[in-house]
Each structure stands twice: as C-alpha cells, then as structure tokens.
C-alpha cells in the first residue's frame, strides 16, 4: 500500500520561507514522477510542481516560478518543496502526490496516490 506523508507546513509571515518534505513508502520511489499541488478554500486543486523519476527535469507553475523549488532524494524516498518569498496568496493546503510513470506534465490525472496534505498559511 502506498504511503504518502507530508510534514513542514505552518504559518509564516509574507516573504518567509518554508520546506515541506513527503515521505513515500509502498512502491519503488525511484521509478515515478513526484508532485506538488495546492488548495485554497473554494478553489479547485492547483498543480505547483514536478520533479521526474531521477530529478533531471522540474516543471512549476508560473505563479511559484522562481520563488519555489522541487527536489528529491531518492535514497530517503522523500521529495521537498522549498518555498521561498512566500505571500498570503500561496495560503492553501498542500498535497503530495506520486505519478504513474517516469515524467509528469502536472496533470492531475497523471497522479494515482495522494497525501494527506500539510496546511500552508501566509500572514500579511
């Protein structure tokens, strides 16, 4: 069964930083791509990022594009969301989730297991 767990989320002042970690188990981390999304209350799922299987290719959204950074570590089964420059608009809750093949547009229907999520609150 396939286990995904955020961590690292919180609140913090508008222009702080935070890095959220996920935590994979239940199938060979390696072999997929990873994921960041977000939800805002009353607003759909957003993708954030993406990072292939061995992290030679990241994709993020244009509204975290050069503040956020994706990465993973593979020998700890674990993926990181670095966020930096952090305004109140990124308040959302924030999910994990493993693709089901090597490389990832960001759809969300590339994605076959979620998180829990880690809530993210900006202050003004």
């Known amino acids: 069964q396939v286990q995904l767990v955020e961590s690292g989320g919180g609140l913090v002042q508008a222009g702080g930083s935070l890095r959220l970690s996920c935590a994979a188990s239940?199938?060979?981390?390696?072999?997929?791509?990873m994921g960041w999304f977000r939800q805002a209350p009353g607003k759909e799922r957003e993708f954030v990022a993406t990072i292939s299987w061995n992290g030679d290719s990241t994709i993020y959204a244009d509204s975290v594009k050069g503040r956020f950074t994706i990465s993973r570590d593979n020998a700890k089964n674990t993926v990181y969301l670095q966020m930096n420059s952090l305004k109140p608009e990124d308040t959302a809750v924030y999910y994990c989730?493993?693709?089901?093949?090597?490389?990832?547009?960001?759809?969300?229907?590339?994605?076959?297991?979620w998180g829990q999520g880690t809530q993210v609150t900006v202050s003004s």
């Open positions: 989730a493993s693709a089901k093949s090597y490389y990832s547009r960001g759809y969300i229907y590339d994605y076959d297991y």
């Open positions: 239940g199938r060979t981390f390696s072999s997929y791509a």
